[in-house]
């Protein structure tokens, strides 16, 4: 290719781009077998974690009663003191802060009339909003049941359409790996920053099949089609879009954090954060590792024959 | 240049993304979004049968508390079967938290009503028709007059034909096929002829409720929770009525289901039983009723000791008839209330947090690639998405929640990602040549199409299993994902490819 280029001025998104490949040259650089180890021995640290320390289940996974006060600026726990000598019954309390409004959350057992602490805190804080739920322990256990099934269902349909899509057993069961260690290390870091394990929150989980599944395919697709690019570049093209698109995500879902207050969608936000996080390094470390080797093996293989 | 925008213009793929966002905005314009309760304000409930029912139960239950709620004076009420044992209930506008728990307690007290003589149920409560207005006499009588299906006159006229003075009985909620574990002095009331108001060969009220609800009564004995447990074989649960408190932790210990009732202060055997089997009676029959002709007017007859008591009993009764018409017991497992003032406030959170969103892609797009040119397109496609995604909600009347909310995210995320798999495809192709560029550019999007397609696949199936089958609040999130991923990938990615390729200056 001699010949000079047809439109020769590199414009300033050309550099950009080549300077972000080069920056993320390292990644091509590493040797597949280190690329294959890191994201096992973190996938081992996720389980032991999740081992001795799963989520706490929220309370409609649980059973529970919840009454959320907006408007309220309290020390959690004289407030929780407060209620408890009050009523009768321990409560926990938990603050939170918004860009309009803060407020707490009193969380009580099962039994608990909620309009009671709701009366115990109107003597203090007259003007706040009051909101309050509360869910059986038979129904936390249908929600729990649901939510374990839906993850299960989802997650086999996802391989199933992963496999007719590439036909080939090592790169879809990578995928199908990375989608598992995605969620497996989202959980694990919701269980060490306190995060409940909600209803939300496994919309959440549901939501990084589709979210990691992306990012994987793009990185399947262009190892094993792009025939015209050695490895390297095909390579180094795919994690560059693919930084940006987890940047632009990533981006996205904080700004969603930072401006809600509604915990919905806080948490969905958060555990989406977790799982990008732990995709990047699944897909652009994990899963390429695995088809430079897979690759690379097939290679020598169609040599011999 | 003119020519290429003419042509772009008149792409299919660009006309058909302008019809739709015109459609959208049309839509929104005449038919506003309707709003969940966690977000417009009001009260979820979520009730449980007692056991799992069919289909045509299930109707019976939400048609007979959508009536009840109306009558309430309630409004934008919903009531939703979900699968064979739950029941959604959403009423909006409700204001204070009193309220909503006032909603719950209607909900919870209405039971399943049973008509029973001789041993046989002839009737429940959506045999009621029509409850009168209960009457108080002077020597502190009472009677609340009411009318019972023709299907179930006939059965009862049948049943009591020559039998003036035998006991009818009402009861509200009884522990059907349970075994029930009471005292000797109990066990001994019921098997005798108490219960028979004026016909002593009648059978005993034992003797009736065995027949008619499959509840076998045991005099306690010392049994222990093995023995008691062998009896219960066949058996929804066991009611322990005044035995030793240890064991029904015993029993709930092997996982069986315990009801356990202890006497109240001063409470007298025949109170005792009156209560655990929620019995109302039993009525003598009057002799007009026994000749054998089917008749549907009756009335419940009682009288109390003062005209309190009377006017407590009779308007009892006269609510249990009147709501209770549920063919089986609904427990309230979860409720939630959000006021209508915090909604709001999500609203327009959500807003800020949706237009924050759009920004926070726009500049950081902006960033990666340091053209406009891409930025705006990719930031200005995900606004168009979500305008078509909320005015094919507006359409449909779709009830927008915050899990709908965050499904509408989940969309527009992956076609963010999808939109910056595309430029790539088509800035990768700029250093070839002039010919092979064109085929090349072919293969290119063709390659982005399939990682498209795989992706959207894999949602789209992920996602089904929730809409089609999963009870609660998860479907709203499946829906809306599963329409932003479809929008997505046959109207708004297909634009996008031309613009890009339009402004990346490819042909």
Redesign the interface.
């Known amino acids: 290719?001699s010949?000079p280029?047809?439109?020769a001025k590199p414009?300033?998104?050309?550099?950009?781009?080549a300077k972000?490949q080069e920056k993320l040259s390292f990644l091509a650089r590493m040797e597949y077998r280190k690329m294959i180890m890191y994201p096992l021995v973190v996938f081992v640290i996720a389980l032991i974690l999740l081992a001795v320390n799963f989520p706490t289940l929220g309370i409609?996974l649980r059973g529970g009663v919840v009454v959320t006060a907006?408007g309220v600026n309290a020390n959690p726990d004289e407030l929780a003191k407060y209620i408890s000598d009050k009523i009768g019954v321990d409560v926990r309390v938990e603050s939170f802060t918004?860009?309009?409004?803060s407020g707490v959350r009193v969380y009580a057992p099962i039994g608990t009339d909620?309009?009671r602490i709701?009366d115990a805190m109107k003597e203090k804080y007259p003007a706040a909003?009051?909101?309050?739920?509360?869910?059986?322990p038979?129904?936390g256990e249908?929600?729990q049941q649901?939510g374990i099934?839906?993850l299960a269902?989802?997650?086999l349909?996802?391989a199933?359409?992963?496999f007719l899509?590439f036909r080939n057993l090592v790169p879809s069961l990578t995928i199908i790996f990375s989608a598992l260690s995605d969620m497996t290390i989202a959980v694990a870091l919701m269980g060490i920053f306190g995060i409940e394990l909600t209803?939300?929150t496994?919309?959440?989980l549901?939501?990084l099949?589709?979210?990691t599944?992306?990012?994987n395919?793009?990185l399947t697709?262009?190892l094993l089609?792009?025939k015209?690019d050695s490895i390297d570049k095909a390579y180094l093209?795919a994690v560059?879009?693919g930084f940006?698109?987890s940047?632009?995500?990533l981006?996205?879902?904080?700004?969603?954090w930072?401006?809600?207050?509604?915990q919905?969608?806080d948490n969905?936000a958060i555990v989406?954060i977790f799982g990008l996080l732990a995709d990047f390094m699944n897909t652009w470390v994990l899963n390429a590792g695995v088809l430079k080797w897979y690759l690379t093996r097939e290679a020598v293989r169609g040599g011999k024959a | 240049m003119k020519r290429r925008t003419k042509k772009l213009l008149l792409n299919w793929r660009i006309i058909l993304l302008t019809l739709f966002l015109i459609g959208s905005i049309v839509t929104l314009a005449v038919r506003p979004l309707t709003f969940g309760i966690?977000i417009s304000g009001g009260v979820a409930l979520?009730a449980?049968t007692e056991h799992p029912v069919d289909t045509k139960t299930m109707q019976l239950v939400t048609d007979s508390l959508q009536k009840r709620l109306n009558t309430l004076g309630l409004r934008d009420i919903t009531v939703e079967a979900q699968g064979d044992?739950?029941v959604l209930i959403k009423v909006a506008n409700v204001t204070s938290?009193?309220e909503?728990?006032q909603i719950k307690s209607v909900i919870e007290s209405q039971g399943v009503f049973y008509m029973e003589f001789a041993g046989t149920v002839f009737g429940t409560g959506n045999d009621v028709e029509y409850v009168g207005i209960y009457k108080i006499n002077p020597d502190n009588s009472w009677s609340v007059p009411f009318r019972i299906s023709k299907s179930a006159a006939e059965k009862f006229a049948e049943l009591a034909k020559g039998k003036a003075g035998w006991p009818v009985d009402m009861f509200l909620d009884p522990p059907v096929n349970s075994l029930m574990i009471v005292p000797e002095s109990v066990y001994k009331t019921m098997n005798s002829s108490e219960f028979n108001a004026n016909a002593p060969e009648a059978p005993t009220l034992l003797e009736r409720i065995t027949r008619a609800f499959n509840i076998s009564v045991v005099a306690y004995a010392n049994q222990s929770a093995d023995e008691i447990v062998k009896l219960a074989q066949g058996k929804d649960k066991i009611v322990l009525v005044d035995v030793p408190g240890e064991l029904q932790t015993q029993l709930e210990a092997m996982n069986i289901t315990v009801r356990y009732v202890p006497r109240a202060q001063g409470e007298s055997d025949h109170a005792l039983i009156v209560r655990v089997l929620g019995l109302y009676g039993p009525y003598s029959l009057g002799e007009g009723l026994t000749v054998g002709e089917p008749q549907q007017d009756v009335q419940i007859t009682g009288s109390a000791p003062d005209r309190l008591t009377a006017e407590q009993e009779a308007s009892t009764i006269y609510t249990v008839l009147k709501s209770g018409s549920l063919p089986v017991k609904l427990?309230?497992?979860?409720?939630?209330?959000?006021?209508p003032?915090?909604g709001e406030?999500?609203r327009t959170?959500?807003l800020?947090?949706g237009i924050?969103?759009?920004?926070?892609?726009l500049?950081?797009?902006y960033f990666?690639?340091?053209?406009w040119r891409?930025a705006i397109p990719v930031a200005s496609t995900s606004l168009f998405e979500a305008v078509i995604i909320l005015g094919f909600a507006a359409l449909i009347k779709w009830n927008l929640d915050?899990?709908s909310?965050?499904?509408i995210?989940?969309a527009i995320?992956?076609g963010?990602?999808?939109q910056?798999?595309i430029t790539?495809e088509l800035?990768?192709g700029?250093?070839t040549?002039?010919i092979s560029r064109r085929s090349?550019m072919l293969k290119r999007m063709g390659?982005a199409f399939?990682?498209i397609f795989?992706?959207a696949?894999?949602?789209i199936?992920?996602?089904?299993?929730?809409l089609v089958y999963?009870?609660?609040?998860?479907k709203g999130?499946a829906f809306t994902?599963i329409l932003g991923?479809l929008i997505g990938i046959l109207i708004t990615r297909p634009a996008y490819a031309e613009i890009a390729k339009y402004l990346l200056g490819e042909d």
Do not use: C, W
């Open positions: 290719m010949k280029k047809s439109k414009t300033a998104g050309d550099a950009v781009r972000k409609d907006y918004g860009v309009e409004t909620p309009l709701i909003e009051y909101t309050h739920s509360e869910v059986q038979t129904f249908i929600a649901q099934r839906a269902f989802a997650f349909a996802m199933v359409v992963v899509f209803t939300a496994i919309a959440a549901l939501m099949i589709g979210y599944v992306d990012s395919i793009l697709t262009k089609k792009r015209e093209s560059s879009t940006t698109m940047t632009t995500t981006g996205a879902l904080l700004i969603l930072i401006i809600s207050t509604s919905t969608i969905i989406l | 966690d979520v449980q044992q739950i938290p009193e909503a728990n427990n309230v497992v979860g409720m939630e209330f959000i006021s003032r915090l406030g999500f959170q959500a800020y947090a924050g969103a759009l920004i926070t892609v500049l950081i797009v990666h690639y340091r053209k891409i915050l899990p909310i965050a499904g995210i989940a995320g992956t963010v990602d999808q910056i798999v790539d800035l990768g700029e250093k040549t002039r090349s390659r399939f990682v795989a992706s696949a894999t949602t199936a992920a996602m089904s299993f929730l999963f009870v609660g609040t998860l999130f994902t991923v």
